[in-house]
């Protein structure tokens, strides 16, 4: 891997950067995109969508996908540029990144033609919103043990059940989900993957308010819903295939994120809040957890360029995915312990306050970074990963 950059990546950068700073709304911005990732409201909601709308139409949404899908078949390095600056701008997550992210690629490599022409040219300029439609009350980390049935009654499909956890699912036009369509098969198998019209009659979604007040999640309850033949996506009961797919996608981008700007916000802090009477940063343990951060952040940033080099070389995915997911999952949690330690009260304060003027950030920290060792495969699915595949050792 060179680590630098030629001179017409640079020049995208440049590019990417000047636009973003002339078009992204100032109101728009957030501090951390994963922690704000769903709207909160209907009218954020609404904007944020005009504003992939406007991305896409300048040819930035769906940078990296194929042209024939309506993307513009950028490099690797490209996109990565891209997602750098698009971070530095501090712009929100797209309120369609489950389309962009998981379900258009999943129907390139799973979706019939017809599914193809019909769902993924108006994923890009969020036409249609998307969730995803996985984990149940009994089915979270062991997704296979999920029991919402769809039942062939023909020409369709009739479900019933419940999700949870459904992020953004009080936005959605379409859900992909997966359902046991074969009861009597192992759990692995008999589970089918299927794209959900939400506006059918017997869907109802309700949302889950969490302790930081925010509302991403939703329960998701289906009765007697019908769901047509044509939208299953691959074979009949091998569902558990084209969901790995999904997942693979999905891991790719979980394990929360900023951590880089995160650490850098909290050593402007160590200079303004005081430890002692004086400013934290005279504190030997404050100067070298930021510095032990900051280390590892770096790490972080190799690894993902590793991953990136064997994508270039045509290699299949190594095990940097569930690395970055466990590891960037923990790493949240240990800064928002450490925010906690160097802000004290000033970190638990769901307001601005004259000292921290962005406390309500880090109560949200706080009360936030624990789902990361959850969403996307918990920590300890990762663990088992990485020491069954990778490390070779016995199963547990």
């Known amino acids: 891997m060179d680590f630098e950059f030629t001179p017409e990546q640079e020049a995208f950068r440049h590019k990417v950067r000047a636009w973003l700073d002339a078009n992204l709304p100032k109101d728009l911005c957030v501090d951390d995109a994963q922690d704000e990732r769903v709207a909160p409201n209907r009218d954020v909601f609404e904007r944020r969508r005009a504003w992939q709308a406007k991305l896409h139409g300048a040819g930035y949404a769906g940078l990296s996908w194929p042209k024939q899908y309506g993307g513009h078949a950028a490099s690797l390095i490209e996109q990565v540029i891209w997602d750098e600056e698009y971070s530095r701008a501090r712009a929100p997550v797209l309120p369609g990144y489950f389309g962009l992210g998981l379900c258009g690629p999943t129907l390139m490599n799973w979706g019939t033609e017809a599914q193809k022409k019909r769902f993924i040219p108006r994923i890009l300029g969020a036409d249609d919103i998307w969730c995803q439609g996985y984990s149940e009350p009994g089915a979270g980390s062991d997704l296979a043990g999920l029991s919402t049935r769809a039942a062939d009654m023909g020409d ?108 850098r916000r909290l050593a402007e802090l160590a200079g303004i809040v005081p430890i002692g009477g004086k400013p934290a940063w005279e504190q030997e343990w404050v100067r070298q957890q930021l510095a032990q951060f900051l280390i590892e952040c770096e790490a972080a940033r190799y690894t993902r360029l590793r991953s990136l080099t064997r994508l270039l070389r045509g290699l299949p995915p190594g095990p940097e995915g569930s690395v970055l997911k466990l590891f960037g999952s923990e790493l949240g949690v240990r800064i928002a312990r450490f925010s906690t330690e160097l802000l004290g009260a000033y970190g638990l304060v769901g307001e601005p306050t004259g000292v921290v003027v962005d406390s309500p950030r880090w109560l949200n920290r706080v009360l936030s970074s624990r789902q990361y060792t959850i969403a996307g495969g918990t920590s300890e699915i990762q663990r088992n990963i990485i020491g069954e595949r990778v490390l070779g050792l016995p199963k547990g």
């Open 156 to 263: 369709y499909f009739l479900v019933n059940g419940q999700k949870v956890w459904t992020s953004a699912a009080q936005y959605a036009d379409w859900m992909f989900m997966l359902a046991r369509t074969d009861p009597a098969a192992p759990k692995h198998r008999g589970i089918s993957y299927l794209l959900l019209d939400m506006k059918s009659l017997g869907i109802t979604v309700r949302p889950l308010v969490l302790m930081n007040g925010h509302s991403h999640f939703n329960e998701v309850f289906f009765d007697n819903v019908q769901v047509p033949k044509e939208n299953l996506v691959g074979p009949l009961n091998e569902g558990w295939k084209v969901a790995m797919t999904t997942l693979s996608y999905e891991r790719a981008s979980a394990g929360g994120g900023g951590h880089g700007s995160q650490v």
